[in-house]
């Protein structure tokens, strides 16, 4: 077994390349770093294995020293060889993971089409009559990402797109509208009906098949899948946790930091930030400066219809219901189609209004392209991080301690700690679940013989993949999140941490009492459902103290950092100063 093998080593290149990345705040070196890291430590037995066979005809005083470091220098070279190869294999060899490139390249480029004819621009000034306070652009974004609820990539990109120069325009610092796009983006689609339904019944599905159960009474899949919402806490009460944030403005730890640096300065990115993307930059200014509204919504309508349309039409067959349409979609192979489309009615505007030529139109979509290179170059690696995982099996390593210290009232603890601990370290909530779930479910089963627990376990397995995918620089989520709102990764990262650690924290607290209560009330999802409120009673008031300690701490007026100002002069690589203010 690769997990036998390697041991603790099958985690250092996960902790290299997530300390390097916090360290040095250069993601994609960092993560290459990691992913070298995992090709030296594969091939080092191997490497020192052939050395002393070339040295064993050598009578060479001190050879096993020799061999040693001659190993670890041909591990290097052997193991950039393999490490190459698995970036090649992410970037290619996946079907889905090419989807999301082609994707975000045709993305980039209707973004870098409607930057160019002025529609940013349009939506700039009309937001101006309509989202007039930070409070309403976080709650219009809070709201549309509670709509997108059918993907998280998806969401991340109109999202993103949609409300990024909205955000600027009244000072909102990309790390917050970052944060609030993160944070509605899996944790939505974890709880409601998605592609990540599919995938998490399938898994639950591959847990009932460990166990001794007959096949005949083994529950429907779903309604496991339904009875365990409640206890995906993290999901929940992180959706809950951005609406106390956006409703309150109650900001504090690094959020608070570029809060009131974007409110005072009007740079939504700080002086020496590395946005994933960073459209003024590499296009100047619009054509038009003040084209029709159209410009802007059109394509984004484009986007969102065909999205749903092409994914419903993927997920149909005779006899199919909608439920089983939009679980059997392909929702990558839609936002191929989608992205397509809305670069096409870019071209569309662009020839009506005679604001560029075709050739000007298919050089802008080039360079739209070359926009997202920085963001891909991240996102590829972050997919190679995944095949360095299954080779050294560093989740099979981390599962193997699951079961040395269980009992009943502990055990979603425990789950819900190792599923944060590999989520942080693998940056792939979807692999956390294939791997844990399996284990997870027949452990609940074998401790309870209980159905209602297995729910519980399905839950914290959920809420432990999402907060451990929240808080990794090297989670595509993040990555994309941070891509499509124009934010530094690691800024957003740092930003974002503050707000996911207090809400796991009495996530994991409602489970413990949840789990020591049971005599009162047993194993049931109507407790669960009734500490939900509770929980975010908690976090309201966790959020204040905090709130106004750090204000205090670091002596912030709030109703500077709440200021809001609605003008064009805030350019959207946050160096521009607004020219008129008023208070919310």
Same mark, same amino acid.
């Given at each position: 077994?690769?997990?036998?093998?390697?041991?603790?080593?099958?985690?250092?290149?996960?902790?290299?390349?997530?300390?390097?990345?916090?360290?040095?705040?250069?993601?994609?070196?960092?993560?290459?770093?990691?992913?070298?890291?995992?090709?030296?430590?594969?091939?080092?037995?191997?490497?020192?294995?052939?050395?002393?066979?070339?040295?064993?005809?050598?009578?060479?005083?001190?050879?096993?020293?020799?061999?040693?470091?001659?190993?670890?220098?041909?591990?290097?070279?052997?193991?950039?060889?393999?490490?190459?190869?698995?970036?090649?294999?992410?970037?290619?060899?996946?079907?889905?993971?090419?989807?999301?490139?082609?994707?975000?390249?045709?993305?980039?480029?209707?973004?870098?089409?409607?930057?160019?004819?002025?529609?940013?621009?349009?939506?700039?000034?009309?937001?101006?009559?309509?989202?007039?306070?930070?409070?309403?652009?976080?709650?219009?974004?809070?709201?549309?990402?509670?709509?997108?609820?059918?993907?998280?990539?998806?969401?991340?990109?109109?999202?993103?797109?949609?409300?990024?120069?909205?955000?600027?325009?009244?000072?909102?610092?990309?790390?917050?509208?970052?944060?609030?796009?993160?944070?509605?983006?899996?944790?939505?689609?974890?709880?409601?009906?998605?592609?990540?339904?599919?995938?998490?019944?399938?898994?639950?599905?591959?847990?009932?098949?460990?166990?001794?159960?007959?096949?005949?009474?083994?529950?429907?899949?779903?309604?496991?899948?339904?009875?365990?919402?409640?206890?995906?806490?993290?999901?929940?009460?992180?959706?809950?946790?951005?609406?106390?944030?956006?409703?309150?403005?109650?900001?504090?730890?690094?959020?608070?930091?570029?809060?009131?640096?974007?409110?005072?300065?009007?740079?939504?990115?700080?002086?020496?930030?590395?946005?994933?993307?960073?459209?003024?930059?590499?296009?100047?200014?619009?054509?038009?400066?003040?084209?029709?509204?159209?410009?802007?919504?059109?394509?984004?309508?484009?986007?969102?219809?065909?999205?749903?349309?092409?994914?419903?039409?993927?997920?149909?067959?005779?006899?199919?219901?909608?439920?089983?349409?939009?679980?059997?979609?392909?929702?990558?192979?839609?936002?191929?189609?989608?992205?397509?489309?809305?670069?096409?009615?870019?071209?569309?505007?662009?020839?009506?209004?005679?604001?560029?030529?075709?050739?000007?139109?298919?050089?802008?979509?080039?360079?739209?392209?070359?926009?997202?290179?920085?963001?891909?170059?991240?996102?590829?690696?972050?997919?190679?991080?995944?095949?360095?995982?299954?080779?050294?099996?560093?989740?099979?390593?981390?599962?193997?301690?699951?079961?040395?210290? =269980? &009992?009943?009232?502990? $055990?979603?603890?425990? +789950?819900? #700690?190792? /599923?944060? @601990?590999? %989520?942080?370290?693998? *940056? !792939?909530?979807?692999?956390?679940?294939?791997?844990?779930?399996?284990?997870?479910?027949?452990?609940?089963?074998? =401790? &309870?013989?209980?159905? $209602?627990?297995?729910? +519980?376990? #399905?839950? /914290?397995? @959920?809420? %432990?993949?999402?907060? *451990? !995918?929240?808080?990794?620089?090297?989670?595509?989520?993040?990555?994309?999140?941070?891509?499509?709102?124009?934010?530094?990764?690691?800024?957003? $990262?740092?930003?974002? +941490?503050?707000?996911?650690?207090?809400?796991?924290?009495?996530?994991?607290?409602?489970?413990?009492?949840?789990?020591?209560?049971?005599?009162?009330?047993?194993?049931?999802?109507?407790?669960?459902?009734?500490?939900?409120?509770?929980?975010?009673? +908690?976090?309201?008031?966790?959020?204040?103290?905090?709130?106004?300690?750090?204000?205090?701490?670091?002596?912030?007026?709030?109703?500077?950092?709440?200021?809001?100002?609605?003008?064009?002069?805030?350019?959207?690589?946050?160096?521009?100063?607004?020219?008129?203010?008023?208070?919310?």
């Amino acid at each position: 077994m690769p997990a036998e093998t390697y041991g603790v080593w099958s985690l250092v290149p996960l902790l290299l390349a997530i300390g390097l990345a916090l360290i040095t705040r250069k993601a994609a070196l960092a993560l290459f770093i990691g992913v070298w890291s995992g090709g030296v430590i594969h091939r080092y037995h191997d490497s020192i294995e052939l050395i002393e066979s070339s040295l064993g005809g050598f009578d060479i005083p001190g050879s096993g020293l020799l061999s040693q470091l001659l190993g670890v220098f041909l591990a290097g070279i052997w193991g950039l060889t393999d490490s190459l190869q698995w970036i090649t294999e992410s970037a290619g060899d996946s079907v889905f993971n090419m989807q999301i490139i082609i994707f975000c390249l045709l993305l980039g480029s209707a973004i870098a089409m409607i930057w160019k004819l002025g529609g940013t621009h349009a939506a700039a000034n009309w937001a101006t009559n309509y989202i007039s306070t930070k409070r309403k652009a976080g709650l219009v974004a809070w709201g549309l990402g509670l709509m997108m609820f059918f993907d998280d990539y998806a969401n991340s990109a109109i999202v993103g797109t949609t409300m990024k120069d909205i955000s600027d325009n009244l000072r909102m610092s990309r790390e917050k509208l970052c944060y609030i796009v993160d944070s509605t983006a899996a944790p939505v689609s974890t709880i409601a009906l998605s592609s990540w339904v599919a995938f998490q019944m399938s898994m639950i599905d591959a847990g009932y098949q460990a166990t001794d159960i007959a096949e005949s009474d083994v529950p429907s899949s779903f309604i496991i899948f339904v009875q365990s919402i409640p206890f995906n806490m993290y999901s929940i009460l992180a959706i809950c946790m951005v609406g106390i944030i956006v409703v309150t403005g109650w900001d504090y730890g690094a959020m608070l930091t570029a809060e009131h640096r974007a409110a005072t300065t009007g740079k939504v990115n700080r002086d020496d930030a590395e946005p994933l993307q960073d459209i003024e930059g590499e296009f100047g200014d619009p054509i038009a400066k003040d084209p029709p509204l159209r410009v802007f919504v059109v394509p984004v309508a484009v986007l969102v219809s065909v999205m749903i349309v092409g994914a419903l039409r993927t997920g149909y067959s005779e006899g199919a219901g909608l439920y089983d349409m939009i679980l059997e979609a392909d929702y990558a192979a839609a936002l191929v189609v989608a992205a397509f489309a809305m670069v096409a009615t870019t071209f569309y505007y662009a020839h009506k209004y005679d604001l560029q030529s075709v050739g000007e139109s298919v050089d802008t979509t080039i360079n739209g392209f070359n926009m997202m290179m920085t963001a891909l170059t991240v996102l590829v690696l972050a997919w190679s991080i995944g095949e360095v995982v299954a080779v050294l099996g560093t989740g099979e390593f981390v599962a193997a301690y699951a079961n040395e210290f =269980l &009992t009943p009232e502990i $055990v979603p603890i425990v +789950v819900l #700690v190792l /599923a944060t @601990f590999m %989520g942080f370290t693998m *940056g !792939d909530s979807w692999a956390v679940m294939s791997i844990l779930t399996p284990i997870a479910v027949p452990v609940a089963w074998s =401790l &309870t013989g209980d159905h $209602v627990m297995v729910s +519980v376990i #399905v839950g /914290a397995v @959920f809420s %432990g993949a999402i907060f *451990g !995918d929240h808080t990794s620089p090297i989670s595509p989520t993040t990555v994309l999140s941070a891509t499509f709102t124009g934010a530094d990764l690691i800024d957003h $990262v740092r930003t974002q +941490v503050y707000y996911a650690i207090p809400v796991v924290v009495v996530s994991a607290i409602l489970l413990l009492v949840w789990g020591y209560g049971s005599p009162i009330w047993g194993r049931s999802v109507s407790a669960a459902i009734v500490l939900l409120p509770i929980g975010v009673a +908690v976090l309201t008031l966790l959020t204040y103290g905090l709130s106004q300690y750090d204000t205090k701490r670091k002596n912030v007026d709030l109703s500077e950092v709440r200021l809001t100002h609605s003008t064009r002069a805030v350019r959207s690589d946050g160096d521009g100063r607004p020219e008129g203010e008023h208070s919310e």
